[in-house]
């Protein structure tokens, strides 16, 4: 299994991206039934939740993201996505998707996101 990670960029604050990430080589059944999300790691910072789907299709976010970023996902495509408008420069981090079986985690390779002032 690799997620491959896409969609990065650099944007100016109140900019939008949207980040994609393919869960190549998983099984379909698998994507439905896991946890999805999407972490960031700021320099200097810990990696932190930025949003994530339950296995039961609800979404969670943090709270510095709610109302601006929206959290989606393509079965048929088995690929998760981050819709990111109004960027400010605090969001800049390298994102990093996850799938969580529940006994094990997948991560993507990371996809850098520059929001300058």
């Known amino acids: 299994v690799q997620l491959q990670a896409s969609g990065g960029g650099s944007v100016q604050a109140g900019g939008s991206l949207k980040l994609s990430c393919a869960a190549r080589g998983m099984i379909w059944s698998v994507f439905t039934s896991s946890r999805l999300g999407w972490y960031r790691q700021a320099p200097g910072k810990q990696r932190e939740l930025v949003a994530e789907?339950?296995?039961?299709?609800?979404?969670n976010y943090q709270d510095s993201v709610k109302g601006r970023f929206t959290i989606s996902k393509n079965n048929a495509r088995k690929t998760l996505y981050l819709q990111m408008n109004s960027l400010e420069a605090d969001d800049t981090a390298v994102y990093y998707c996850?799938?969580?079986?529940?006994?094990?985690?997948?991560w993507g390779q990371g996809t850098l996101v520059t929001v300058s002032s």
């Open positions: 789907l339950t296995s039961s299709d609800s979404e």
């Open positions: 996850y799938v969580d079986e529940g006994y094990r985690d997948h």
